[in-house]
């Protein structure tokens, strides 16, 4: 992982930024299109042609849509069908396990282990083309009538493993009529950096740290265990969100502008203005092709909480092929639902710092479902979190607590507006940029220092 994080800051991405530039405005499409199937096909190149499947298939569902727009019936059968075979070999490559070992708690059935490696980033390419030929189908998005720039906007490497999930009627104008500009690539060079610095800098350490307390939850004391989850849901933000940033920051250098997918969520006072806040675009995927289609809240109140448990539990389910994905979808629905029906009005008149410190304890809780696919080690993680036999903080827990104390510091703060305001304050001054280009420079320096010493550099995301 080391060693493909170098080559592509160093060799992958300044190559296909130069070859991208140098190629007629005309060709950047097709340039745009194979290089995405080499970055993808990099790891395992087999799974180029169930992309490009994909690619095909949905780009004639979306003709087809389009072709018969006046045929009610046609219309909507190709639609089905598209959808269908979309979920359906989603399910094939990311659930025929957790199938099978639930059938097998059966006496009477055996299944062998399958097997299946999931495909890095099929969930979020798959969402993708599902939403295009939705929308074509509601007239909400132009049907494309090129392969190569459909190809081109399904496989675009900046957002194609980890999203965010773009959709087609937001890009389809910059798909043939961008214009690249300076300024857009110097603002996507700074959104890299920052988010390689989030990623590098402070979700690997704390994801360190989280496996280290996590490697047995015992001799860690109450403290111990709070601070081990606290240091994963650093992890996991800076992790994702370093990764959209730098998604984001790769679409400017292109000429594309993707849509904000996080808002600082950490500074969230409810449940409900955390999911405004996280993965937006996942949010609003559910929200606008499953919550709406469903009734939302247009059929009473009873309809409403079924919607809500339905789509919660399918968002759980989108993260993993495991209960415990499952738990912590339902999990977010129920709060959702109390919030809305039961204390949202009440936490309102609640001190802004008390809002803050609800949320924050419920999303730590929710972490550790989302942690621990094991529901033994889920059970002992909560049991840890408030037991006291194990003392208030293990010695072991301590000294790591002390060692990177600094950083959880640096992370609190990180997840907050602050510096971002600081920056608008002064990012008209006449000599801002050398302050910029020196930002740039060290973080680069700092994050490639780190990536060679360090030895964990997953992205939790590409499992999803």
């Known amino acids: 992982m080391v060693f493909s994080s170098l080559v592509f800051l160093f060799a992958y991405l300044p190559i296909t930024l130069i070859i991208y530039y140098v190629v007629p405005r005309q060709g950047r499409n097709i340039f745009l299109f194979l290089i995405n199937l080499v970055f993808y096909g990099w790891g395992e190149p087999k799974l180029v042609f169930l992309m490009l499947f994909n690619i095909l298939f949905n780009f004639a569902g979306g003709y087809l849509v389009d072709k018969y727009r006046h045929d009610q019936k046609k219309k909507k059968l190709f639609l ?32 062998p282990d399958l097997e299946i490696s999931l495909p890095i980033g099929i969930s979020f390419y798959t969402f993708q083309t599902m939403s295009y030929v939705i929308d074509v189908y509601r007239d909400d998005a132009p049907v494309s009538k090129n392969f190569i720039n459909f190809g081109t906007y399904v496989a675009l490497f900046p957002q194609l493993i980890a999203g965010p999930i773009v959709r087609y009627r937001d890009v389809a104008y910059q798909l043939v009529h961008r214009r690249e500009t300076i300024e857009q690539f110097n603002r996507g060079v700074m ?13 690997n350490p704390m994801g360190t740290l989280t496996t280290s307390m996590f490697s047995n939850t015992d001799p860690n004391g109450v403290i111990g265990t709070w601070v081990g989850m606290i240091a994963y849901a650093f992890q996991i933000y800076f992790d994702f969100s370093g990764y959209s940033d730098m998604a984001c920051g790769l679409g400017n250098m292109l000429g594309f502008e993707f849509l904000k997918n996080f808002n600082y969520p950490y500074i969230s006072k409810s449940i409900t203005d955390f999911w405004r806040r996280w993965h937006i675009s996942l949010s609003t995927w559910f929200k606008e092709y499953v919550y709406i289609p469903l009734g939302g809240n247009r059929k009473g109140a009873k309809r409403q909480i079924i919607n809500l448990l339905i789509v919660w539990g399918l968002t759980g389910l989108w993260h993993g ?36 410190i609800y949320t924050l304890i419920v999303v730590v809780l929710g972490w550790g479902l989302f942690y621990f696919t094991d529901m033994s080690q889920l059970g002992e ?76 550099n997953p992205f939790l995301y590409f499992r999803f």
Not at 87 to 99: H, P, Q, R
Not at 345 to 354: A, I, M, T, Y
């Open 80 to 111: 089905i069908l598209t959808c269908i075979l979309d979920i359906g070999i989603l399910a094939v490559f990311k659930y025929t396990g957790m199938v099978a070992d639930t059938l097998n708690m059966l006496p009477f059935l055996n299944i």
């Open 191 to 203: 959104l890299f950096m920052v988010g390689l610095g989030k990623k590098v800098l402070i979700a």
């Open 321 to 356: 092929a495991a209960y415990n994905f499952i738990l912590w979808g339902l999990y977010y629905g129920v709060l959702l639902i109390l919030e809305k029906f039961v204390y949202g009005r009440f936490l309102q008149k609640l001190p802004s710092f008390v809002q803050h």
């Open 381 to 456: 993680f909560f049991v840890n979190l408030v037991n006291f036999g194990n003392g208030l903080c293990g010695e072991q827990a301590l000294t790591l607590i002390l060692s990177y104390l600094p950083l959880l510091l640096v992370a609190a703060v990180a997840c907050t507006p602050i510096a971002k305001k600081l920056y608008l304050k002064v990012k008209d001054k006449k000599y801002i940029w050398i302050a910029q280009t020196a930002f740039c420079v060290i973080v680069l320096l700092i994050s490639t220092a780190s990536l060679v010493n360090q030895s964990y």
